[in-house]
């Protein structure tokens, strides 16, 4: 199968940038605060700001980002029989720092799409994605509507109502479990809810 994954939030602790932007912008906002990608709003700053911000220290917060609790070693067993395609809206300048991050934590890496935009419709074709890891709500609608199954990491940033073919899972655990469990029924059959782990 073609596994197609996100990268900030998804591979990363979603809120890893979160102390730096506090001390740059003097804010006390906590991960439970960050109710939305809107960052300007939920830090309480200027419009425009988190984006000088992120010109700034972008490099640097993505060298720093720490990894998902499980994630080496369930994809490390996944890229075994399936194909690992990382997809992020990271600019291309992002590449050097994002290759030395996946190398660094030992990463299975068959692509590597840096698309300088949040939609990702056109990729997840281009690689017949067979579903795609994320944690951006709008981007889980956008490939549902296009017809891909998505799994959707539980952040506070994403709660809303989800269409049929995006199941939202709590951690990898869960992710490793439901790809375990569609690989033995049949490739491409529907994820639900029963088949997370109790
Ligand atoms: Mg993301």
């Known amino acids: 199968m073609n596994l197609c994954i996100d990268i900030d939030g998804t591979l990363t602790d979603p809120y890893y940038w979160l102390p730096r932007a506090n ?3 003097g804010t006390a906002v906590a991960p439970a605060d960050v ?19 992120y010109q700034l220290y972008g490099k640097l917060i993505h060298k ?6 499980g994630v080496r070693e369930i994809l490390q067993k996944l ?22 991050w996946l190398s660094e934590h ?14 990702k419709v056109w990729k997840a074709k281009q690689l017949e994605s067979d579903f795609f890891i994320e944690d951006s709500y709008d981007n889980a609608i956008q490939l ?4 891909f199954q998505v799994l959707l990491i ?7 109502e989800l269409p049929e073919n995006v199941l939202r899972v709590k951690n990898w655990h869960e992710i490793s479990k439901l790809i375990d469990h569609q690989v033995e029924k ?11 782990p109790a």
């Open 23 to 25: 001390k740059h912008f």
């Open 35 to 53: 109710t939305s990608y809107a960052f300007d709003d939920v830090l309480g700053v200027p419009a425009g700001s988190y984006r000088w911000f």
């Open 106 to 119: 030992d990463l299975p890496c068959d692509t590597l799409s840096l698309l300088g935009t949040p939609n």
């Open 144 to 147: 549902a509507q296009a017809g």
């Open 64 to 69: 720093e980002a720490e990894i998902r609790f």
């Open 186 to 196: 049949a490739a491409g059959a529907a994820f639900t809810e029963e088949m997370l």
């Open 154 to 160: 539980d952040c506070t940033y994403n709660r809303g």
């Open 79 to 100: 890229a075994e029989e399936h194909n690992i395609h990382y997809v992020t809206a990271r600019e291309e300048i992002m590449r050097e720092v994002t290759e030395e």
